[in-house]
């Protein structure tokens, strides 16, 4: 009977086209203008061409920084995201989009964010998609254009965005973030210099509590107030007060753009329609001769040919989805602590971490031994990103091992003396000093040579 | 209808969140604060007063230190030309003097390295050492050198006048010998030491008087602010001039062996711990607010910053564990030798141990000070989550 109700979604409920296809133009805009925006502040530069050495996600080691050819892929990647907005050549356009773009986030996990695995997740999602069905240039070529797409298309767009924001609030039920306010307690009085809100409610402990609260009930909320038509309007305008909001307080770029243009996926074709009669008319202005009407047929749905594998692949992504953000139970220890499973999950902001990590370099028979100065290997954003992550402190470690080992010294052992600082607990000594790190390898496995936290953050 | 709200709603704030991502604040922002602060009453202004500790850093720290070290320069460059015309030992144990209480005075300005002083390379023509003797002595045998070379930054400064009146000879008559017949190559040397210190010292401390202005306001939490920007210089002076620099690298922290002729103050074998206590005791008082040279007046300071914002570790104040971690720091180099070289030599594991026990202020500051003050170390700009 399920499997009936389920197969029969698959298969025979349909939607209007508009709402992906706006989606997909948002989509593609939004990547162009943030890509040339990453330029132009010289992050391309800064980030992935000036660092002597990058540290890789685990498994994706072999991905190599390209030199000054980061730029070619840059203009790969935002020429892809324009033919996708375009929808021109859609499905190579977006696969080309999905793997430049998530190339250029895997050089280098220093630049981890979790709003650039979105987009890589996302675009990978709409590999999938018939983003291109209608108001593409795709159909133009064609000549044909659907009235109806399946249903399911839009609905995995909504479903991703769900899982975004109701693992997002999920995340921040923890007694550091409600019960401490932390670490809100510490970012907002920061914020003194916004005018008139900056010296006044930053500064005031219950606003910290408000907001720790209410991003909490907003991000678990949310999903279900945009599911419901009834609220609907009332979400989005929460969505944009909030993602606004968060804009204006911390240095986030562009993801609050990214979450508010996503959820207009949400609404009805009415609203869709609208603003693609809006576009329609923004391009008339440039045509020559308005009056002469292209002839596009219109064919009234298209039955996607979804393969099996392509079935499977869906099946696995929302699986992935829907679960590997709860690997952490399989660790023992303080998640915000040791950062087993914290990446990848939807943790947004939820730790002020700030940490002093120096290498001792030691021959192990002679006990003569001498410290590193981190910035002759590391940029300074490196440095402060390696010092509090043990996965860093460990992939540096070997990195150190290993250039000392070619520069003649024997009997290498490497020590970190480590210092990190969480949520504003006074800092603790973060590595065991006395482990050679050079010995130890990068796996899934709990990392016993990290000091557990001499506290407990309950919750999720 | 619900429509056009959420529009102009969100034009408004897109707006002003798109004006606030500017370092220069946009006109829209700054005449909305204007306006805004004409409305909001200033007494309801809850935050740390920011400006008022710029101005006390200013005007009790960082000009009178300026303006001390302004003077003792030029009662060192006196003190030269009458050894220059009467190079007898009398002349010479004042120069030596002098030397010392300028270099006591520069302790305090090092890590002012904000404004002028950053831009022109202040300390590199003050205080690089080891000095590299080789160039140092080619320059006084040719006398043709220019001191604006950075390859000379460790030909001068008060390390080269650190070799220059101890390190010429074995003994005071040996080094006097050097300077006889008065005006010779290592007279004229001295003088041109003492002049380049003397007018880039000039130079930083008249623009103070009117960087001042500039100074006092930037307050504002980015990269560019001077609150900003002097927290961090304050914290890599610690790290880098005091602890690297000052017992780091002599006592081999960073290399495999220790390199005791790489102290502070190395030919007067006298002086590396004073100037070394110097150091510590100037950034305790700026720590604490302790006014330059006048101890009874305390103003504001990361103290009182760490006080307002109340950073409690485990019930005991961050600013007192800073406080009491410096003592004992102090307190440690108290123990060692007057000359950290000979110290070194003999029992280099105290000189470790000291080192340690600075090591731990640096975290306190770099990791939990930093923290509470939520102030970067880096001047990387990217997004963040």
């Not at chain 1, 052992?413 to 482990?435: E, H, M, T, W």
Request: overall charge neutral; some cysteine.
């Amino acid at each position: 009977m399920l499997l009936k109700k389920i197969n029969f979604y698959f298969k025979n409920t349909h939607t209007d086209p508009s709402g992906l296809a706006v989606f997909r133009i948002l989509f593609g805009l939004l990547m162009l203008f943030s890509l040339i925006r990453f330029w132009y502040k010289g992050w391309i530069e800064s980030l992935y061409i000036n660092p002597t050495l990058n540290f890789k996600y685990y498994g994706f080691e072999w991905v190599e920084s390209l030199g000054s050819y980061t730029y070619l892929l840059f203009i790969i990647c935002a020429i892809a995201s324009l033919f996708v907005a375009l929808g021109f050549k859609y499905k190579f356009s977006i696969i080309i989009f999905f793997l430049s773009f998530t190339y250029i986030e895997l050089i280098d996990k220093t630049t981890y964010l979790n709003h650039y695995y979105f987009v890589s997740v996302l675009s990978l999602l709409m590999c999938f998609l018939p983003a291109n069905k209608f108001f593409s240039l795709d159909n133009y070529l064609d000549g044909t254009s659907c009235q109806k797409i399946p249903k399911w298309t839009v609905d995995s767009i909504k479903l991703l965005i769900c899982i975004v924001y109701f693992y997002a609030g999920l995340a921040k039920i923890n007694s550091d973030w409600l019960l401490k306010a932390m670490p809100l307690a510490i970012w907002l009085p920061s914020k003194y210099d916004i005018p008139l809100i900056g010296q006044t409610f930053m500064q005031l402990k219950w606003v910290h509590y408000l907001m720790s609260w209410g991003g909490m009930i907003y991000d678990l909320a949310i999903p279900f107030l945009l599911l419901n038509k009834k609220t609907r309007p009332f979400a989005f305008i929460m969505v944009i007060i909030f993602h606004l909001l968060t804009k204006i307080l911390f240095p986030i770029g562009m993801f609050p753009y990214i979450m508010i243009f996503s959820a207009l996926i949400f609404f009805d074709s009415g609203l869709q329609k609208k603003i693609l009669k809006k576009i329609s008319s923004f391009l008339r202005l440039f045509k020559k001769n308005p009056r002469k009407h292209i002839n596009i047929k219109s064919v009234s749905f298209i039955r996607l040919h979804l393969s099996p594998i392509s079935k499977i692949a869906l099946i696995c992504f929302f699986l992935f989805q829907l679960l590997f953000p709860f690997r952490y139970v399989f660790y023992p220890g303080e998640l915000f602590w040791n950062e087993e499973g914290y990446r990848f999950s939807w943790r947004v902001m939820l730790v002020e971490k700030k940490g002093a990590t120096d290498f001792k370099i030691t021959d192990s028979i002679s006990k003569k031994y001498f410290y590193v100065n981190n910035r002759d290997f590391l940029t300074a954003f490196q440095e402060k990103q390696m010092s509090f992550q043990p996965d860093f402190i460990l992939e540096y470690a070997h990195f150190l091992g290993n250039h000392f080992k070619g520069q003649g010294h024997q009997n290498i052992q490497v020590f970190a003396d480590s210092y990190v600082g969480l949520n504003g607990r006074l800092s603790q000594r973060f590595i065991d000093p006395k482990v050679n790190l050079f010995t130890k390898k990068e796996s899934f496995k709990h990392k016993k040579w990290v000091i557990p936290l001499n506290d407990e953050i309950k919750g999720f | 209808m619900i429509k056009k709200i959420s529009l102009a709603l969100f034009i408004f704030i897109f707006t002003f969140s798109c004006s606030s991502e500017d370092d220069n604040q946009s006109d829209f922002l700054s005449n909305s604060s204007e306006i805004i602060d004409s409305v909001v009453n200033d007494d309801i202004t809850l935050g740390f007063d920011r400006s008022a500790m710029l101005v006390f850093w200013a005007d009790n720290f960082i000009m009178p230190a300026y303006k001390k070290l302004k003077d003792d320069l030029s009662v060192l460059k006196e003190s030269i030309a009458s050894f220059n015309e009467e190079p007898l030992q009398a002349n010479f144990e004042i120069v030596r003097e002098k030397w010392l209480s300028a270099y006591k005075t520069w302790q305090h300005v090092e890590m002012f390295n904000i404004g002028k002083a950053e831009e022109i390379y202040l300390s590199s023509f003050m205080n690089i050492y080891p000095v590299n003797e080789d160039r140092t002595t080619s320059n006084i045998n040719s006398g043709v050198y220019d001191l604006e070379n950075p390859n000379n930054y460790a030909s001068q400064g008060f390390p080269a006048l650190d070799y220059l009146l101890f390190g010429l000879g074995e003994n005071d008559a040996e080094i006097l010998e050097k300077y006889q017949p008065s005006d010779n190559n290592y007279s004229k040397y001295l003088v041109s030491v003492i002049n380049k210190m003397e007018a880039k010292t000039n130079t930083v401390s008249n623009d103070w008087d009117s960087y001042r202005d500039t100074f006092v306001v930037s307050t504002e939490n980015t990269a560019t602010s001077s609150i900003n920007k002097l927290t961090n210089d304050f914290i890599f002076y610690f790290e880098k001039g005091l602890r690297t620099n000052k017992f780091g690298i002599p006592a081999g922290v960073f290399s495999t062996d220790e390199l005791p002729s790489k102290v502070e103050g190395y030919y007067s074998k006298l002086y590396s711990k004073t100037l070394a206590l110097e150091s510590l005791y100037a950034v305790k008082n700026f720590f604490i607010g302790k006014a330059f040279e006048n101890d009874a007046l305390v103003g504001d300071s990361f103290q009182s910053y760490l006080t307002f914002l109340n950073a409690k570790k485990n019930d005991t104040s961050l600013s007192d564990l800073i406080l009491s971690k410096l003592d004992t720091a102090i307190s440690s180099v108290t123990e060692l030798s007057d000359d950290f070289t000979s110290q070194i030599n003999t029992d280099n594991n105290t000189m470790l141990l000291t080192f340690d026990r600075i090591q731990s202020v640096v975290i306190l500051l770099k990791v939990d000070m930093l923290q509470t003050l939520n102030i970067n170390v880096d001047y990387v700009d990217a997004d963040g989550d």
